[in-house]
């Protein structure tokens, strides 16, 4: 049927795009990736840094996601926490599949693989970075994306999970529509973005036992990273 976006819904789009772009990893952080050595140690302090940058930088964003800072405040730091791996994936999918200058998309493949985790997460990790740049995800479809993950209702601890699964219709509807706009000739385009997060849910559960098997090796985390995961 015809595919109508309303102009609310656009704005919503041109809100949400916003603060995606608006919040990214500092280029100082994001370029010691580039910088020589390439021990396990290295890789995983490297990594470190920029997992924690990455937090706060989504917590900016969530923070400009329409109708966020109205839902409960517990519930938006279970939301917080309960998708900030998640939204990690997803990020570092989106800048894995883009041909980066200078080899960045190389080297941060490199370090991610020699950070000292287990070799079972690989296949599951890189399977998944290559189904996400398989998609070639237009910019409003990442944010949208991110933020539908941000708001899934059932997270440990959320109280209000009807605001929450409310809110998250609103940007399925968005994003169910705009899928129909921008990719006509692919009816199933919106289902297979839809079954991205189930594989993130899988990589979530994954990520539990990669922190466990890191601290175990006596590797240290940030606080943030810390209180985000409830490590330590
Ligand atoms: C604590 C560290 C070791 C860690 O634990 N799990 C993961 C971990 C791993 Cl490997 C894989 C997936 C998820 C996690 Cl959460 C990580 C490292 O997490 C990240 C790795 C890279 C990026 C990343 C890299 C480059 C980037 N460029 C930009 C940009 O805006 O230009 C953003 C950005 C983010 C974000 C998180």
Sequence with gaps: EKVEITKEQ?????????????HQI??????K????QYSAEEN??????VATSQVQVLVEFTKNIPGFLSLDREDQIALLKGSAVEAM???SAQVLSKKMPR?????????IRKSGMSEEFMT?????YKNIGELHMTQEEQALLTTITILTPDRPYVKSHEAVERLQEIMLDVLRKLCVLQHPQEPQYFARLLGRLTELRTLHHYHVEMLTSWKTN????????????DVQ
């Design 10 to 22: 656009w704005a919503l789009i041109k809100a949400i795009l916003d603060a995606y772009n608006r």
């Design 26 to 31: 500092p280029q100082d952080v994001t370029k």
């Design 33 to 36: 990736l580039l910088q020589e």
């Design 44 to 49: 995983f302090l490297l990594l470190t840094e």
């Design 89 to 91: 994936f997803l990020r």
């Design 103 to 111: 080899g960045y998309t190389e080297v941060l493949e490199e370090r």
């Design 124 to 128: 599951p990790m890189f399977n998944f």
């Design 218 to 229: 006596d590797h240290k985390f940030t606080p943030l990273l810390c209180e985000i995961w």
